[in-house]
């Protein structure tokens, strides 16, 4: 079944994007399924799941953080993970490549921004970014990479609101991209879009989709 999943969702969508496949919720049983396709990005939200699972599966899986990382955590996560996607403040950020630094470690993030209508403690807005974006400070965090963005759309079945909001985050990693890290060949990613909204996010320019139900069934929650 989940391979089956994995298979018809790659069908459909451009080979050019990435597909994270969001094991939250499941068990390794389940993410054995689709690594045994041939996938290799996972994506979890809660840093105690990640490290209980990882440890009972392959090491060349990629996983990618997607959820808020508190700071006192981020010393669990760097020694492995692929990709921070939820790096939602500059204080992260900090710790982050601070951590990193101690292993000799270069960490790939994304900044995530508040681009849903819901009230959420978490995420960038875009003047926030800029700021960042020209700092001296960023410029000097050597075990840090900014590779895009990343951002969720509101829950809503309004899907010219989530086109809107999609829209509105490409538009921010265009305006980065030109003025802050032009020649920066790596800052690529606009990871947005989920089970409910991928295609309208891949029509808006997502170049990495975050998949939990379509892959693995509707999640118990946990
Ligand atoms: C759970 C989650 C997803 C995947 O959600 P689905 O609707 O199950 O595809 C994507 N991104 C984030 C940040 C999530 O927490």
Redesign the pocket.
């Known amino acids: 079944m989940i391979s089956d999943n994995i298979a018809s969702l790659k069908r459909q969508i451009p080979s050019s994007v990435k597909v994270v496949a ?1 094991s ?1 919720g499941w068990p390794v049983s389940g993410i054995l399924e689709a690594y045994n396709t041939g996938h290799r990005i996972f ?1 979890e ?1 809660r840093v105690q799941e990640l490290l209980s699972k990882k440890d009972l599966l392959p090491g060349d899986i990629e996983w990618h953080l ?2 808020h990382l508190q700071t006192n955590k981020v010393k669990h996560v760097v020694p492995f993970i692929s990709m921070i996607q ?1 790096v939602d403040s500059i204080r992260l950020l900090r710790a982050v490549n601070n951590a990193a630094l101690k292993i000799n470690r270069r960490i790939d993030c994304l900044l995530q921004f508040h681009i849903a209508e819901e009230q959420s403690k978490y995420g960038f807005t875009m003047d926030e970014v800029r700021e960042l974006a020209g700092s001296d400070e960023l410029a000097r965090m050597e075990a840090v990479r900014i590779c895009g963005v990343m951002g ?1 759309a509101t829950f809503t079945d309004d899907m010219e609101q989530v086109r809107d909001e999609f829209k509105y985050l490409n538009s921010c990693y265009r305006e980065l991209s030109e003025k802050f890290f032009t020649d920066q060949e790596h800052f690529s990613e606009v990871s947005m879009g ?3 909204d991928y295609t309208v996010a891949i029509e808006e320019g997502s170049t990495i989709i ?5 892959i693995f069934g509707r ?1 118990q929650e946990i």
């Open positions: 969001v939250k994506g939200n997607i959820g939820s969720m989920m089970s409910g975050r998949i939990g139900s379509i999640r």
